[in-house]
């Protein structure tokens, strides 16, 4: 187990690189969605991703979609969303279940 200062650093540290990262992709810069991508495998693969960071990921996307200025804005992020990613949040929030790819 982590000390509680080496656990409040991480999480201190992670939630401004998410909140610098949210003010980038709101401002529309798609080279900070790329940049928030790929640093997402800096925190850890999904497989080893907390539920209390998957509640928090989805607090920051509510949020980050809420100061949207506009409908068209929230479209076109929609639009970006692969299908897939998409059908499987909707699926996960309606029912729980999460559909898995198959190799």
Same mark, same amino acid.
């Given at each position: 187990m982590?000390?509680a200062?080496t656990?409040e650093?991480?999480?201190?540290h992670?939630l401004e690189a998410?909140l610098?990262?949210?003010?980038d992709?709101? %401002?529309?810069?798609?080279a900070?969605?790329v @940049? ?5 495998? &800096?925190?850890? /693969?999904?497989?080893?991703?907390g539920?209390l960071q998957?509640v928090q990921? %989805?607090e920051?996307?509510?949020?980050a979609? @809420?100061l949207?200025p506009?409908?068209e &804005?929230r479209? /076109?992020?929609?639009a ?9 949040l909707?699926a996960?929030l309606?029912?729980?279940a ?6």
């Open positions: 982590l000390p200062v656990m650093t991480e999480a201190s992670m998410a610098e990262q949210m003010d992709i709101i %401002a529309g810069s798609k900070a969605a @940049e928030f991508s790929s640093s997402m495998y &800096d925190l850890g /693969s999904p497989i080893s991703t539920p998957v990921l %989805a920051d996307l509510k949020l979609l @809420e949207q506009n409908q &804005d479209d /076109s992020l929609r970006q969303l692969p299908s897939e990613t998409a059908q499987a909707i996960w309606q029912t729980g999460v559909s898995t790819p198959h190799a």
